[in-house]
């Protein structure tokens, strides 16, 4: 096994240097990673909202998100990519702090939140932007798992501390998030290095599908419809993935009373570890593989790992099911971003992935309020059987894509 892994970890071996760097801002990041973990638990146990406004709120902020990163998009391919990763960042991580000011407020605390994640989100698809644009069709698994990897590395001690902060010490649950978005967003701004002339990323096209094009980006996606079906499957795969993170410290209270906090932040400190150890070894495993029939196992092992906790909800089960539940969340995000980089021409990447996240985001934005009035009202078991369908139905129809994709031929295109 150990050997696995070291030959697993080569794949790391000789990347850029600003690779590195972002990895490194990543790790930092997933130190400070306080703050969504526990959004649901903050609202209901600390702020006193019911489980379904605590959910609407939730929805709002992630609204607020969206809608950044749909300005983003547009901002990144304007004005460059790290420009506005980086002020985006940094006008999140300051509202951050002055929230830590304000812990107890339970008016305060969601408008502070809604702020300094819109600023997030016009950071992301900027941040997105930068990494496709620093990497090529051969090492991209490469480069977005290690980024991926660095920041669930930070992310193994950030929820864990937090998990002991919730209670006594909620401020610093603002401030360790902030600080570190900080220190990482310096990283990112003094030692990455872009070349951007005319505000976009200079970078070489690797693929006939990576040229740059003229024309809007609805004219973009008007040519290539298949990135609407891929997002609007993803999105499905997304929902499932929030309840990691939605549904599962309320039902973790639910069943262990005062030590559900704790025992969350010990699963998600359980997780970062286990995707820094299955990371590597799922990309060797999945490196032959269309990156869509790896995002059908994802939702394949959603619905094992949600069923588990439905049937046998022990402390034991709960870690054994969180292993299936990591590793569909590893082959998600790194799987989803290789796709969306290899089919996106590089003058249009910014916009994209603005339009996109957007379009997922509608989707998935209706869950959090629609769970906590399932919650409310229909309790956990009937909550989790809708999101096992949920990733079942996916799964299936990303295996019929892959198939339509095979006789089109459109895979042949990114090589």
Not at 95 to 103: E, M, R, V
Not at 162 to 178: E, K, P, R, S
Not at 287 to 314: C, D, H, K, R, W
Request: with cysteine.
């Amino acid at each position: 096994m150990l050997n696995q892994l070291w030959q697993s970890l080569a794949l790391y071996r000789g990347l850029p240097g600003n690779i590195y760097i972002i990895a490194v801002a990543r790790f930092i990041l997933g130190l400070g990673n306080f703050i969504i973990p526990f959004l649901l638990l903050l609202l209901t146990e600390k702020l006193d909202y019911s489980a379904t406004l605590a959910g609407t709120l939730a929805m709002g902020l992630m609204a607020l998100f969206v809608f950044g990163g749909l300005c983003g998009g547009k901002l990144s391919d304007s004005l460059g990519h790290k420009k506005i990763m980086v002020w985006g960042e940094l006008a999140g991580a300051v509202i951050l702090i002055a929230c830590g000011f304000y812990s107890d407020d339970a008016q305060l605390v969601p408008l502070f939140l809604f702020v300094a994640y819109f600023f997030f989100g016009v950071a992301l698809p900027a941040s997105n932007a930068l990494v496709a644009d620093l990497s090529t069709p051969t090492n991209r698994d490469a480069v977005m798992s290690l980024s991926y990897l660095a920041f669930n590395l930070g992310s193994a001690a950030g929820p864990l501390v937090a998990g002991y902060l919730f209670w006594n010490f909620t401020a610093w649950i603002f401030w360790g998030n902030g600080i570190a978005a900080l220190v990482g967003i310096a990283l990112v701004m003094f030692f990455i290095r872009t070349d951007e002339r005319d505000g976009v990323s200079e970078g070489e096209a690797h693929s006939a599908l990576e040229q740059a094009v003229e024309g809007s980006v609805w004219q973009v996606l008007k040519q290539r419809p298949r990135l609407l079906v891929f997002t609007g499957l993803c999105a499905l795969l997304w929902v499932a993935l929030n309840q990691m993170t939605m549904t599962s410290p309320l039902y973790l209270n639910h069943i262990f009373g005062i030590d559900g906090p704790v025992l969350f932040g010990q699963l998600m400190t359980y997780a970062c570890i286990l995707v820094v150890v299955i990371t590597p070894l799922l990309m060797r495993l999945t490196s032959n593989q269309a990156e869509i029939v790896s995002l059908a196992y994802a939702g394949m092992m959603f619905a094992a790992g949600y069923a588990l906790v439905m049937v046998l909800p022990t402390i034991p089960i709960h870690f054994f099911a969180w292993f299936f539940l990591s590793a569909a969340e590893v082959l998600l995000v790194t799987k989803e971003g290789v796709y969306l980089a290899n089919h996106s021409p590089k003058s249009h990447r910014g916009r994209i992935q603005g339009v996109l996240t957007t379009m997922k985001n509608l989707i998935v934005l209706p869950s959090f309020t629609l769970m906590g009035l399932m919650i409310d009202h229909w309790g956990f078991e009937n909550s989790w059987l809708v999101v096992i369908g949920v990733s079942v139905g996916a799964a299936t129809c990303l295996a019929g894509m892959v198939q339509y994709q095979n006789r089109t031929g459109v895979l042949a295109q990114t090589t």
